[in-house]
């Protein structure tokens, strides 16, 4: 069963502006993962985030966590068309074995030229 | 090399076909993982093996035969399918099983359009 959930669920800017997504779980994590998805193909990996860190940087990517609140967001800067796609976060639970990951249910970014 | 290859990228099949997807990766993991996805969900796991012997199976229908003939190669043999069977199959593979709860990053294959009529 899935236990993430993300918001927004689709989300529309212009290219140049910076674009936020959020995700939320249930269960205390070991490492929470960000992967996007071109329509209809496989996911790439964009980061990973333990849960001993805060906040991890890649490029143009941003990705924070407060397991506090049981939250991570990613944030993407200065956005190109070429980052439409749906983003997921995916989590490695404490209690669950550390090969399966609970997926988000995704953001839908569209980013317009 | 991060690639993982799926065959075929396309498939049609009858409910009384029987027909396998192939994955492949030359990267030295041991980890590989099968995966069903519906439009617009997130990837189910169905089935994952670690050093080539089944380590996990979700509850899936025996009409999903997964099979790993080697540390490069994974198979899904498809018999008896339903048309709500028709999702895209992705393939992933990670350096090994996560261990002491830490979990390898997942490299995934393009997957496999699977439609059953």
């Known amino acids: 069963s899935q236990q993430g959930e993300e918001d927004p669920q689709a989300l529309s800017i212009q290219e140049g502006e910076n674009a936020t997504m959020n995700c939320s779980y249930k269960?205390?994590?070991?490492?929470l993962q960000w992967y996007r998805q071109n329509s209809g193909r496989g996911l790439v990996h964009l980061i990973l985030?333990?849960?001993?860190?805060r906040e991890k940087h890649s490029g143009r990517l941003r990705v924070t966590l407060d397991t506090s609140k049981k939250s991570s967001s990613l944030l993407i800067t200065a956005s190109r068309a070429a980052d439409t796609a749906s983003y997921f976060c995916?989590?490695?639970?404490?209690?669950?074995?550390?090969?399966?990951?609970?997926f988000g249910e995704g953001t839908q970014l569209t980013v317009n030229p | 090399d991060t690639e993982v290859t799926q065959t075929p990228k396309h498939l049609v099949m009858g409910m009384t076909n029987k027909k396998s997807l192939k994955c492949e990766q030359h990267?030295?993991?041991?980890?590989m993982y099968w995966y069903k996805q519906k439009a617009k969900k997130p990837p189910e796991l169905m089935f994952v093996?670690?050093?080539?012997?089944?380590?996990i199976n979700e509850s899936v229908p025996s009409r999903f035969s997964p099979e790993c003939p080697n540390s490069s190669l994974l198979n899904l043999h498809l018999h008896a399918l339903q048309p709500e069977d028709s999702a895209l199959y992705l393939c992933?593979?990670?350096?090994?099983?996560?261990?002491?709860?830490?979990?390898?990053?997942?490299?995934f294959g393009p997957g496999t359009r699977l439609t059953v009529l």
């Open positions: 995916a989590s490695t639970g404490k209690e669950t074995s550390g090969s399966r990951l609970t």
């Open positions: 269960t205390s994590i070991n490492n």
């Open positions: 985030i333990r849960s001993n860190e």
């Open positions: 990267m030295g993991h041991r980890a």
């Open positions: 093996y670690s050093y080539e012997k089944l380590s």
């Open positions: 992933a593979s990670s350096q090994y099983l996560g261990t002491s709860g830490l979990t390898d990053t997942q490299y």
